[in-house]
């Protein structure tokens, strides 16, 4: 039966996410974003409230909440500062992706320190200067030894490539065809032969970096494999899948956050001697984006309780993504129009949101990408639905 | 949290989606010229239980949720706008303002007769120079002695041809405005109460749509629904309502549109491949989808508060107004995947798109609902 209620679980790890977020990284936030760099201080008091390991059994360290508490928490983190909300996401998604593919002994070697922000953050490895969108054509590969695997070839965009301790890396292990013969590998950021490069200039998550990878002869034991050879892909679907909910909701917050600031804004900025709020013009553009939000959330929250209960969700996670992401890119533009020049300017934070929130119709997956993944499952599932 | 259907609400919308494959998708199109609906399909859909969906056994309804009823007004829809719009504004607004405002007499006279079918109601707000406005409503009622007189012209009445019953409101206090209005159950054959012109539309053309005028109406004093000088605030709650069932019905259509679309585009072949296999055709259809998705939600979210017994009036208010547009651009998109033949009557798209542009006019414009909505401006915007 539809409920749209929440447990008392979410409820209190939301509040929880929600209380940190405004009293320690909404203040944080601008001053972040201009001078960049990387917030470990932010990271590690939200690995001590439990938020690096929000869908993690307790006996890994987690909180265990599930992913629609998750999905909370994101909101509200992204709310006051998306950089370091796309930190505690990915470090989330590389916990979760070891709970689902690792073995015993990778699983306590590992998830507890991430949780307890051993290793600061997670990373993933997948993108290369070749293979955006298209992973198969993947050049870094790792070859078999006598004590496990060597790993040589360079990645790209890898969001806390600067800081991450863990990294999962994919490579090829064979050739094809298509993503047939990629494998995924755990390799710690200290790994010898492993080179961070330079943080990318970004538009917007300045406080989050973003950076190659070089991997030159990177020696890993047989204990970095993770999941099966050669069929690295489904770990990398599976953190795409779930981390596409966590960039809905980053970019959900972002909007959520913008339409806020321009509510205030309008009731308070007064123009023809009343406050701009009393005209159409500006209630229209915060009414429509309320309505599309209110729908990006929904389309969360229903990806999200399809994961929860172990239910095929790629098609409503990809739904969620594109909705969610170009409808608060149009909040926060909407957002700007409504302060007018201040809105332009560094003064108030809604030229930051709109910033923060471009990224999320690129990465994770594009907005094309996204659109692709759903024709093609609204067309299987047409056909199956047809057939019967 | 639960993004599921019970199954007795599977169960209902199967059942009424074989009705449609069986008995409407067909004859629909004849509707449409006809400018009517056949009695015998309105006589089916009663024997299905979906002319008093929500009213409770008691009265003779089916006492379904709300959100099974819009599963219903969704699923009729994706077949026929009209047949849809006929069933929702019957159950959501005549039927449902006499048992949300009747007493015990007046819901025992009324709901059994329009729950079975037996008889269609219709139900009178919009007047010519009183639309969005409630406020300017001109037809009155005064009292004479055991006899409210009733004097004025309603327009845009569904059902107000074909329908035994008519909710209407009056004033009963012009210098109260929307505060002195008051509502009336109207019978067919009151001397004084006819039926003005019919009223020729663009879409939505075999859902009766009618002037209803009133020259001295006498109305007996037990026909006053509700308390006199309250009905604006009642009205108030059924167009809160009546939005949940335009949402449907927005989702259905936009629907209806798209399967269309997707089971044309692996047929039809253009430069050796189906159209199916082009990205500018997989585009527009993953933004339906995405899109019917995301005005389904807020659709069903709003019912289910509705369900629950809490406020649903600003969800009400997204769900009308996201579901209005979201509909309005898969039709028109689906005419554009079916290229020319989407353009003629031989396929069911041009109607769908007439039918749609309805949902963005029909229970309150895309603006009012922007209205509603901008009243939260001073409140909290969104429970997210």
Redesign the interface.
């Known amino acids: 039966?539809?409920?749209?209620?929440?447990?008392e679980t979410?409820a209190m790890i939301r509040d929880s996410a929600r209380s940190f977020a405004e009293q320690v990284l909404a203040p944080r936030a601008a001053e972040l974003d201009r001078t960049g760099g990387f917030p470990d201080k932010s990271l590690s008091q939200a690995a001590q409230l439990g938020l690096l390991g929000v869908n993690v059994p307790e006996r890994l360290g987690g909180v265990e909440a599930g992913v629609?508490a998750y999905s909370h928490v994101v909101?509200e983190l992204a709310k006051a500062c998306a950089s370091t909300t796309v930190a505690v996401c990915v470090s989330n998604m590389v916990a979760e992706v070891i709970c689902s593919f690792g073995t015993v002994e990778q699983q306590q070697e590992h998830v507890p320190k991430l949780c307890a922000g051993a290793y600061k953050v997670g990373g993933f490895a997948l993108s290369e200067p070749g293979a955006g969108s298209d992973p198969s054509s993947m050049r870094t590969r790792a070859r078999p030894t006598d004590h496990g695997w060597v790993i040589d070839g360079s990645k790209l965009w890898i969001t806390s490539g600067s800081d991450a301790g863990l990294f999962v890396v994919w490579a090829r292990t064979s050739d094809g065809p298509g993503t047939h013969g990629i494998t995924a590998f755990l390799v710690r950021g200290d790994a010898p032969g492993l080179r961070r490069g330079k943080p990318e200039h970004k538009m917007g998550l300045c406080g989050s970096t973003t950076t190659p990878l070089e991997l030159s002869d990177v020696e890993v034991g047989r204990d970095a494999l993770l999941g099966q050879v050669d069929k690295g892909f489904r770990v990398a679907m599976m953190a795409l899948d779930g981390g596409r909910i966590g960039v809905a909701s980053q970019a959900?917050g972002v909007g959520?956050a913008a339409?806020?600031s321009a509510?205030r804004y309008?009731?308070d900025r007064r123009q023809f001697g009343a406050p701009i709020?009393n005209f159409?013009a500006i209630?229209?553009m915060?009414?429509?984006s309320?309505?599309?939000?209110?729908?990006?959330?929904?389309?969360i929250?229903?990806a999200a309780?399809?994961k929860e209960n172990s239910r095929a969700f790629t098609r409503?996670a990809s739904?969620a993504k594109?909705?969610a992401s170009e409808r608060a890119c149009r909040a926060c533009d909407r957002a700007i129009q409504i302060h007018g020049g201040y809105g332009y300017t560094r003064e108030f934070p809604v030229e930051r949101y709109f910033r923060d929130a471009r990224v999320a119709m690129i990465y994770e997956g594009t907005s094309e990408i996204?659109?692709?993944v759903?024709?093609?499952e609204?067309?299987r599932r047409?056909q199956r639905a047809?057939a019967s | 949290?639960?993004?599921?259907?019970?199954d007795d609400?599977q169960l209902l919308r199967a059942n009424v989606r074989a009705f449609c494959r069986a008995e409407v998708a067909e004859q629909a199109k004849q509707w449409d010229e006809d400018e009517r609906l056949p009695e015998h399909i309105l006589r089916k859909v009663a024997d299905m239980g979906l002319m008093g969906m929500q009213v409770p056994e008691q009265y003779g309804g089916a006492g379904v949720s709300a959100?099974a009823s819009a599963c219903v007004i969704e699923e009729l829809a994706a077949t026929d706008g009209s047949l849809a719009l006929t069933v929702a504004s019957h159950n959501a607004l005549c039927t449902g303002h006499i048992f949300l405002a009747g007493n015990e007499q007046q819901r025992h006279k009324y709901l059994p007769e329009l729950c079975s079918g037996r008889a269609l109601g219709a139900w009178g707000l919009t007047e010519p120079g009183s639309g969005s406005d409630a406020a300017g409503a001109r037809t009155t009622a005064v009292r004479r002695g055991e006899r409210w007189i009733l004097n004025g012209s309603k327009t845009f009445i569904t059902q107000g041809s074909i329908g035994k019953y008519a909710v209407v409101i009056a004033s009963t206090d012009p210098s109260k405005k929307q505060h002195g209005l008051t509502a009336f159950v109207l019978e067919r054959g009151m001397p004084g109460f006819s039926v003005g012109k019919k009223i020729e539309k663009l879409g939505m053309r075999a859902s009766d749509t009618v002037e209803l005028v009133f020259e001295d109406v006498e109305v007996p004093l037990e026909n006053q629904l509700g308390e006199q000088n309250r009905g604006f605030v009642d009205t108030l709650q059924i167009l809160d309502r009546g939005r949940i069932g335009i949402a449907a019905l927005a989702c259905g259509l936009g629907r209806g549109a798209m399967?269309a679309s997707?089971?044309y585009a692996?047929e039809r072949k253009q430069f050796g491949q189906p159209l199916?296999a082009f990205?500018a055709i997989?585009?527009k259809?993953?933004?339906m989808?995405?899109?019917l998705?995301?005005?389904w939600?807020?659709t069903?979210?709003a019912?289910?508060?509705r369900d629950?017994s809490k406020p649903f009036t600003f969800?009400a208010?997204?769900a009308k107004?996201?579901s209005a547009q979201a509909a309005m651009r898969a039709c028109n998109e689906a005419v554009q995947i079916h290229g020319g033949y989407g353009y003629t009557r031989e396929f069911p798209l041009e109607r769908a798109l007439r039918d749609a542009k309805l949902c963005e006019i029909g229970e309150g414009t895309n603006?009012i609902?922007?209205?509603v909505?901008?009243r939260?401006?001073?409140q909290r915007?969104?429970r997210?």
């Open positions: 039966m539809f409920d749209f209620s929440e447990t979410q629609i909101i959900l959520l339409v806020e509510r309008a009731l709020a159409q209630q229209w915060l009414a429509d309320a309505a599309e939000l209110e729908a990006a959330r929904l389309l929250l229903r309780w399809l409503e739904m594109l909705f996204q659109r692709m759903i024709a093609r609204v067309a047409f047809g | 949290m639960d993004f599921s259907l019970t609400e959100v399967d997707i089971a692996r199916a990205q997989q585009w259809i993953a933004n989808a995405t899109e998705d995301a005005a939600l807020l069903v979210c019912a289910a508060l629950q969800e208010a997204k107004l996201y603006e609902q922007r209205l909505l901008s939260a401006i001073s915007f969104s997210a």
